[in-house]
C-alpha cells in the first residue's frame, strides 16, 4: 500500500520520479505528490487527488527542476483522498517534506501534544503527524538530521517507510523504515530510493534492500551510511538485480489484468523451469534437497496466507494431503498472528505472498519462527521482505504482477505448491512411481493446455455481456475446484464490484440454495473427475429453481454442458491439476463483466496490490 520514489544525483530528479510513481501506482492510486529542491534550495512541492496522470497533467507548466526529490502514490488509511491528504507533508516551519508508507498507530496522542506545543494541522493524515514531531525535535535538540529521526521513530508505534527531505540539507535524502519495504539503488553518485526494485531497476542493478528500524543517509557524492535507532552502523550486502525487472508495459493489452492472464502459459513454464523433468518423471527443488530431512520428518504443515494467496493454499492442503500423506492446516494470516496458535517445533509454516511484504503474513512468520517452527516462503518478488525472513523457500518466477486481481501469480503459486507436494511425494514414497510420473509428465503439460483455455476468450467476452446485470453471483466446486470457486468470486467482486460468494457444491443445501431463483447466475466448476455425479446433482438442483448456470466442463462434455445455460469446456488434466486450468476462464469471466461495466480494471476502488499494514 503507497508507493515511495526517491532521488539524489547528478541528473534532474523530476524524469525519475514520476515514472517510479507510475511503476509504482499499482501500490496506491488515491492521490500522488511529489517534492522538489530546485537550484536555488527552494521546495516546490505539488499534490493532486487521483492518479499519476493526474499529478503530471497538474504541474506539467510548474517548475520541476532539481538534483533531489522524493514522491508519492497514496492508498489512503487515515484521511480521506485528496490534494490535502496527499503527500508529500511538510512541516510548519518549511523545513522538513515526508512522504510515509505504514501507519503510525499513536498518531492521535502525538498530535495531541504538539498541538499543546503550538503546532497547527492541515490533514487528517497521520504523517503529518510524523513530519511534525520530526520538526518539533529538531527544533527542540541541537542534534544532526539522522539523530532527530531516531529520536522520533522511538516515540511512534506502527509501520513505516519514509524518505525525508531536511532543507538545512538538501544535498542528502534520508530513509527509514519498520515493517514496510524500502530499496535503495546506487549508481556513481546517484542515490535511487523506492518501494520495491521495479523503478530502481531501469536505472541500476546494484541494490540495497533496508531491513526493520533502520536510518539510511544518501548523501550526493559521498557513500551510503546506515545506522540503527540505537546509532550502530549496519553493514549491507550489495545485491544485484535484473534490469529485466524493470519495465511493466501492457504489450498491446488493452488492460494489465488480460495481458497477465494471457501470459500464464509462459509464467508457469518459466515457473517450472530447471525443477521439472517430464523425461524423468522428477521434480528437483532446491529448497526441498537442502531442507529434506526437516521437511519429511514434519508432524504438521501449517499454511499462512491472505486473499489470493489463501486459497492457492487451499489447494495445496489437498495436495500436500492427497499426494504427501501430510497433515495440513491453513490459516488466514490475519487470524493466525493474534489466534494464539499451538505452534510445535516441529511444525513447517509455509507463507505465501506475491509481494513478499504482507504485513499479516510477515507477523506470522515471525510468530512461527519464535515458537522453533521451520517456516517455508513462496514468494514472486525476488528480494522482499518474505525471502528474507523465512528458512528457506522457492520462487514462483511469474514476473511482475501489476493489475491488483491477482492472476498468473495465483497459478504460479499453485504451481509451485504442486511441485513441492510432487518432490515430497517422491521421497515419502507416498506415490507410486507410475502415477508420480504421470503426474510430472501432465504437469509440464499444463501451459500448453492453458492456451487451448485461453481461445475460450472471445465466447467468454460476449456471454459476459449476458450477465452484466446481475447484481449476485454464487461459485461453486468440489474438492480441487472449491478453492477455484472461491477465487473466482473474489475476482468477480475485486474488478467489477458485484457481490459473489464461494460454496463447497455440497453445502448449498445447507443455506445458499435459499437465494437460486431466475436472476441469480450459478459458476459451477464441473470438470470430469471422481465428484463429477455429486456435481451432475447440484446442477439439477439449480436448474429445477430456474437459476442460470455457468459451467466449467471437460472437453467433450455431453452431460452436464446440455443442461447447463451456459458452458465453457477445458482441456482434461489429472484432478489435483484442475485449478490450474479452470481458474482462467474466471479471470476471463470477471474481466469481461467489469469491462462491460465500464469499471477500472487495473486500479479496483479501495484496493492495493501490496497490504503492508494492518
Given amino acids: 500500500m503507497c508507493g515511495i520514489v526517491g532521488y539524489i544525483g547528478n541528473g534532474e530528479a523530476y524524469p525519475v520520479l514520476i515514472d517510479g510513481l507510475k511503476q509504482l501506482e499499482y501500490r ?3 492521490s500522488a505528490g511529489i517534492a522538489l529542491v530546485d537550484g536555488n534550495g527552494r521546495l516546490n512541492v505539488y499534490k493532486e487527488k487521483g492518479k499519476v496522470a493526474d499529478l503530471e497533467k497538474h504541474i506539467a507548466d510548474r517548475d520541476k527542476s532539481g538534483h533531489t526529490g522524493i514522491a508519492h502514490t497514496r492508498w489512503a488509511t487515515h484521511g480521506e483522498p485528496g490534494a ?3 503527500h508529500p507533508h511538510v512541516s510548519s516551519s518549511g523545513r522538513f517534506a515526508l512522504v510515509h508508507n505504514g501507519i503510525i498507530e499513536n498518531y492521535a496522542v502525538i498530535r495531541e501534544n504538539l498541538k499543546k506545543k503550538g503546532y497547527e494541522f492541515r490533514s487528517a493524515t497521520d504523517t503529518e503527524v510524523l513530519v511534525q514531531l520530526i520538526d518539533y525535535i529538531a527544533s527542540r535538540d541541537d542534534a544532526d538530521t539522522v539523530a532527530v529521526l531516531q529520536c522520533a521513530l522511538k516515540e511512534v508505534v506502527g509501520a513505516y517507510a519514509i524518505a525525508l527531505v531536511d532543507m538545512e540539507h538538501p544535498d542528502c535524502l534520508y530513509a527509514a523504515r519498520k515493517s514496510s519495504p524500502l530499496v535503495i539503488g546506487m549508481k556513481d553518485n546517484d542515490f535511487y530510493l523506492a518501494s520495491d526494485v521495479n523503478p530502481i531497476a531501469a536505472y541500476t542493478d546494484r541494490v540495497v534492500y533496508l531491513e526493520d528500524e533502520e536510518i539510511a543517509s544518501m548523501h550526493y557524492g559521498d557513500r551510503l551510511r546506515i545506522v540503527n535507532l540505537s546509532n550502530a552502523e549496519c553493514s549491507h550486502e550489495v545485491m544485484t538485480v535484473s534490469k529485466n525487472l524493470g519495465r511493466a508495459e501492457k504489450g498491446g493489452f488493452g488492460h494489465y489484468m488480460l495481458k497477465e492472464i494471457f501470459e500464464q502459459p509462459d509464467c508457469i513454464r518459466d515457473c517450472m523451469r530447471g525443477r521439472v523433468d517430464p523425461e524423468a518423471g522428477t521434480v ?4 526441498v534437497r537442502d531442507h529434506r ?3 519429511l520428518s514434519a508432524g504438521r504443515f501449517i499454511i499462512v496466507a491472505c486473499g489470493t494467496s489463501w486459497h492457492a493454499g ?3 492442503k489437498q ?9 495440513v492446516e491453513v490459516a488466514y494470516a490475519s487470524e493466525f498472528r493474534y489466534s494464539n496458535p499451538v505452534i510445535r517445533s516441529t511444525d513447517v509454516v509455509f507463507a505465501i505472498s506475491q509481494s513478499g511484504e504482507t504485513a499479516d503474513t510477515l507477523a506470522a512468520i515471525e510468530l512461527a519462527r519464535s515458537a522453533g517452527a521451520f517456516v517455508y516462503g513462496i514468494c514472486n518478488a525476488v528480494g522482499a521482505s518474505i525471502p528474507r525472513a523465512t528458512d528457506t523457500g522457492s520462487y514462483i518466477h511469474v514476473g511482475p504482477e501489476i493489475g491488483v486481481a491477482s492472476t498468473k501469480a495465483f497459478t504460479g503459486q499453485v504451481t509451485v505448491l504442486a511441485m513441492i507436494a510432487l518432490d515430497l511425494a517422491r521421497e515419502k514414497h507416498t506415490l507410486d512411481g507410475e502415477r508420480h510420473a504421470a503426474l510430472v509428465r501432465e504437469l509440464a503439460g499444463i501451459p500448453d493446455k492453458m492456451r487451448e483455455v485461453l481461445k475460450t476468450d472471445t465466447v467468454i467476452g460476449s456471454l459476459s455481456r449476458i450477465f452484466t446485470y446481475a447484481k ?5 466446486g468440489r474438492g480441487y475446484s472449491y478453492p477455484v470457486a472461491l477465487e473466482g468470486a473474489l475476482k468477480l467482486k475485486e474488478i467489477s464490484y458485484i457481490h459473489a460468494e464461494g460454496y463447497p457444491a455440497a453445502e448449498m443445501k445447507h443455506g445458499p440454495i435459499a437465494l437460486i431463483d431466475e436472476e441469480m447466475p450459478v459458476v459451477i466448476i464441473a470438470t470430469r473427475n471422481a465428484m463429477y455425479g455429486k456435481i451432475l446433482s447440484n446442477v ?8 442460470k448456470v455457468i459451467a466449467i466442463v471437460t472437453e467433450g462434455d455431453d452431460v452436464i454442458s446440455r443442461i447447463a445455460d451456459v458452458s465453457v469446456e477445458i482441456p482434461g488434466t489429472a484432478e489435483c491439476l484442475d485449478p490450474l486450468l479452470a481458474t482462467i476462464p474466471l479471470q476471463l469471466l470477471a474481466y469481461h463483466i467489469a469491462v462491460c461495466k465500464g469499471k477500472d480494471v487495473d486500479r479496483p476502488r479501495n484496493l492495493a496490490k501490496s497490504v503492508t499494514v494492518e
Fill in 293 to 295: 530431512e526437516r521437511l
Fill in 28 to 30: 496506491g492510486y488515491d
Fill in 314 to 316: 487451499l489447494i495445496g
Fill in 540 to 547: 439439477q438442483e439449480i436448474k429445477a429453481r430456474k437459476g
Fill in 84 to 86: 490535502v491528504n496527499a
Fill in 284 to 287: 528437483t527443488l532446491s529448497a
Fill in 472 to 476: 449476485n453471483f454464487i461459485y461453486l
Fill in 319 to 327: 495436495l500436500f494431503e492427497d499426494l504427501c500423506r501430510i497433515p
